[in-house]
């Protein structure tokens, strides 16, 4: 626990969203993976598969950092100036200091090179 309930709720959303992504892609790969107990709510599992659904990582990626800023706005209080809003406003601006750092070029290189070497170890290949 940190202290701030929009940090606390922000890192347990996170949570559950990265494993919903590992589960599916887990699942992709015919892999077994295991949920954190208590289970992962439904529309952050939705939102897990129509980022895993993008033929485009890039594609992805956006959408996921649209969602966080979502997320964050939805947990955010209406008092402008309170913490849990700094704390808002620092996640958003470290999303989109993210995006930003995003190069199609670079980033599908970088992905494909990841994709080889999990596919390569899926196989039992070794490089």
């Given at each position: 626990k940190t202290g701030?309930?929009?940090?606390?709720?922000?890192?347990?959303?996170?949570?559950?969203?990265?494993?919903a992504l590992a589960q599916i892609r887990a699942l992709k790969m015919k892999k077994k993976h295991t949920l954190p107990v208590g289970g992962i709510p439904s529309d952050v599992i939705q939102?897990?598969?129509?980022a895993t659904g993008f033929n485009n990582p890039l594609e992805a990626e956006l959408?996921?950092?649209?969602?966080?800023?979502?997320?964050l706005e939805s947990?955010?209080?209406?008092?402008?100036?309170?913490?849990?809003?700094?704390f808002a406003y620092v996640l958003k601006l470290?999303?989109?200091?993210?995006?930003?750092?995003f190069n199609n070029?670079?980033?599908?290189?970088s992905y494909q090179n990841?994709?080889?070497?999990?596919?390569?170890?899926?196989?039992?290949?070794?490089r």
């Open positions: 701030s309930i929009l940090i606390d709720s922000w890192y347990k959303r996170e949570r559950q969203l990265r494993f939102t897990a598969r129509t959408f996921l950092a649209n969602s966080r800023f979502k997320t947990l955010q209080s209406l008092d402008a100036f309170s913490t849990d809003a700094l470290k999303i989109a200091k993210r995006i930003r750092r070029e670079s980033g599908l290189a990841i994709y080889k070497t999990i596919l390569s170890q899926s196989t039992g290949e070794n």
